[in-house]
């Protein structure tokens, strides 16, 4: 079993920033990939960004390339997501989660951290 714990959510306005960090504990050698996903009210789970724990392959929904960065500490097993220019469709619960592949569905899912950003 991968225990993923996440923090860093909040409240800002359009154009801040937030960083959200993920740790992951327990059994983590099979979690090669670990990402983030996000849930809007009335919207499915989108995937936002993913990473290869190993090498640092990185991988970005359309909608934030250019404004989020995940970024590991393989040490920690720690995955980040620096979130800049933030505009109000970025309100959502963001969700840690880990793999082996990323891409394939994630296996293991934190419990989530609210982002709100306003107008």
């Known amino acids: 079993q991968v225990q993923l714990v996440e923090s860093g959510g909040g409240s800002v306005q359009a154009g801040g920033s937030l960083r959200l960090s993920c740790t992951a504990a327990g059994n983590t050698s099979s979690s090669n990939c670990m990402g983030w996903h996000r849930q809007a009210p009335g919207k499915k789970r989108e995937g936002v960004a993913s990473?290869?724990?190993?090498?640092?392959?990185?991988y970005y929904a359309d909608s934030v390339k250019g404004r989020f960065t995940i970024s590991r500490d393989k040490d920690k097993r720690t995955v980040y997501l620096e979130m800049n220019n933030l505009k109000p469709e970025d309100t959502a619960m963001y969700y840690c989660?880990?793999?082996?592949?990323?891409?394939?569905?994630?296996?293991?899912w934190g419990q989530g951290t609210q982002v709100t950003v306003s107008s």
């Open positions: 989660a880990a793999g082996s592949s990323c891409f394939e569905p994630f296996t293991y």
């Open positions: 990473i290869y724990i190993s090498v640092g392959s990185a």
